[in-house]
């Protein structure tokens, strides 16, 4: 038996990453929208950036949901969600970091997640023993599940049909999961995919307050 918990599905909340190492200048992206970016520079709070705008000596070229190009101390840097960066000092790096999440007001933790190279929105549910996600995700995500083993899924609305299935590659941030056990589960629900404990039990997850940290075990 898969064992689901439903949410309340509300905000969307940004994923993002701790300081980088010593350098000249050290630059994160903790969000990533259409035409701006939320980056940290030098260790700073999280600070949002316009597409033309300068702040610090770091400029925004372009931004979507995806990437976003900057212009840092002349040089064009390229970075995902979850990606930093630095550049001076013994030369330039790009370094895969932790991933921190925001509580929203209900307390729960939302970001986005790359399932086989495709964007879906995901939340924290350390109620759900796997990764769970709806049939019109997984056919987004190329997830052939009808050939997977068929399973009842227990939900807050009672049982459903799901189907087991394995990710190839699950990115959080700058984390990549492979291989990880997962429910299809016919129709809307989950609305957006349920981050489960096959996924959550190869991380190490520390909260402090409203911030959850992310890390990579194995």
């Known amino acids: ?35 701006k970016a939320l980056v940290t520079i030098n260790g700073s709070t999280p600070q949002t950036l316009s597409v033309g705008q300068t702040k610090n000596g770091v400029k925004l070229i372009a931004a979507d949901s995806q990437q976003a190009t900057l212009l840092i101390e002349g040089k064009t840097k390229v970075l995902g969600m979850g990606q930093g960066v630095s550049t001076g000092g013994a030369g330039d790096s790009t370094q895969s970091q932790p991933v921190n999440l925001y509580a929203d007001s209900a307390g729960h933790f939302f970001g986005n997640a790359t399932i086989n190279g495709t964007s879906l929105r995901y939340v ?75 996924a959550l039990n190869r991380l190490e997850m520390k909260r402090d307050s409203t911030t959850m940290t992310l890390t990579k075990k194995y």
């Open 124 to 198: 924290v549910d350390t109620g759900a023993t796997t990764v769970a996600l709806n049939s019109a995700d997984a056919k987004r995500a190329n997830i052939d599940y009808l050939r997977g083993e068929k399973a009842l899924a227990s939900t807050a609305s009672g049982k459903v049909v799901a189907y087991r299935v394995s990710l190839n590659t699950l990115k959080i941030g700058s984390i990549t999961l492979n291989n990880v056990d997962a429910a299809v589960i016919e129709g809307g629900f989950p609305e957006v995919v349920l981050l489960g404990m096959s």
């Open 1 to 35: 038996m898969i064992n689901l918990k439903q949410f309340c599905l509300s905000t969307v909340l940004i994923s993002g990453l701790a300081g980088l190492a010593i350098a000249d200048t050290q630059v994160n992206v903790v969000g990533l929208f259409n035409g």
